[in-house]
């Protein structure tokens, strides 16, 4: 059974950090391009960053160009989204996926080429 089960959200100020978790089990991770999405109350959802299964090539959204990094380590089957200078428009249910459709990252993607996804974990940004 594939799981994705994300950690690390919380509340923070405007300008903080976040590094946000994303563990997979019952699948390869090196296999699948893994992406990050976020949704806001009443918004749809939205790719944040993507990484690539065979280079780990990265691929952002602009809103968070600069700010964001999504990074993966296969062996741990786990992959990061560290958040940096965070802003108030950044708050939101932030969820891990797989990629069933591509390997390699041409943008961000969108939710219904994923699978396998986590419950998410709240960000909250928030003086």
């Known amino acids: 059974q594939v799981q994705f089960v994300e950690s690390g959200g919380g509340l923070v100020q405007p300008g903080g950090s976040l590094r946000l978790s994303c563990a997979a089990s019952?699948?390869?991770?090196?296999?699948?391009?893994i992406g990050w999405f976020r949704q806001a109350p009443g918004k749809e959802r939205a790719g944040v960053a993507c990484?690539?299964?065979?280079?780990?090539?990265?691929y952002y959204a602009d809103s968070v160009k600069g700010r964001f990094a999504i990074s993966r380590d296969n062996a741990k089957k786990t992959v990061y989204l560290q958040m940096s200078s965070l802003k108030p428009e950044d708050t939101a249910v932030y969820y891990c996926?797989?990629?069933?459709?591509?390997?390699?990252?041409?943008?961000?993607?969108?939710?219904?080429?994923?699978?396998?996804w986590g419950q998410g974990t709240q960000v909250t940004v928030s003086s």
């Open positions: 996926a797989a990629n069933l459709v591509r390997r390699q990252c041409a943008s961000t993607g969108r939710p219904y080429e994923y699978d396998y």
């Open positions: 019952g699948l390869t991770l090196r296999d699948y391009a």
């Open positions: 990484t690539s299964a065979s280079d780990g090539s990265t």
